[in-house]
């Protein structure tokens, strides 16, 4: 398999199309778990805590992505494995399907027959795109989280629990939350930023907590 030069990206027929794959494949990278109701929550922190235990994790559901007056919904199954990553984004019958596979100061992406690989997924959109993203945090948004390293403010519901995340400029909104086991995780996350105009919603997640699913 060739790789692709970003030229020959440039340069094809289809680039808007690849375009808008790309921009969803890199903002983004056995036994179902159940969930119960959600219970008050006297300490949040403590919560937190425990999320940052949560290092195997897959998740399926959508992801709408609005950028520059388009929008695209792909389906996405996201596997974490510690630092490890596996990507999958596909639309209806497989259109477009793409994967992209990452761990630490190395990502990949595979889409109709070209790889293309970078040191971080922010290199990824900033080679292809020319702007950046802080990629790399969606991860830690998706769990409920805050990034590390940099600061953040927090917003809690009725039943204290997080509903709200603000930082480095983002708007992270949580609805929806489940209860699986010990973690707590939302079935839908909304993350904006309007200096960027570009709004990310990752809709009717499900979460499986065994790490062996591929």
């Known amino acids: 398999m060739m790789l692709a030069s970003p030229s020959q990206f440039r340069t094809s027929s289809s680039k808007k199309l690849d375009i808008a794959w790309l921009t969803m494949s890199v903002i ?20 937190r805590a425990i999320q940052e235990e949560l290092k195997n994790w897959m998740l399926s559901g959508r992801v709408n992505v609005q950028y520059e007056n388009e929008s695209h919904t792909p389906r996405i199954q996201w596997r974490q494995q510690d630092k490890e990553y596996n990507i999958r984004l596909w639309g209806t019958f497989n ?28 290199e990824l959109i900033l080679r292809q795109l020319g702007y950046e993203l802080p990629v790399s945090y969606l991860e830690y948004w998706v769990r409920g989280l805050p990034a ?20 480095d400029g983002w708007t992270i909104n949580y609805q929806e939350h489940r209860q699986y086991g010990e973690f ?15 709004r990310l919603r990752f809709v009717g997640l499900t979460w499986n907590l065994n790490s062996a699913i591929d």
């Open 28 to 47: 983004l990278l056995s036994n179902c778990s159940t969930f119960t109701p959600m219970a008050p929550t006297a300490d949040w922190q403590q919560q």
């Open 95 to 122: 259109a477009g399907n793409t994967r992209i596979t990452g761990q630490k100061e190395y990502v990949t992406m595979e889409h109709k027959g070209d790889v293309f690989e970078a040191k971080s997924p922010e």
């Open 148 to 167: 590390p390293n940099s600061e953040a403010n927090f917003t809690l519901d009725e039943l204290n629990q997080l509903s709200q995340i603000n930082q």
């Open 184 to 198: 707590i995780l939302p079935r839908r996350v909304e993350v904006t930023r309007p200096r960027n105009d570009i």
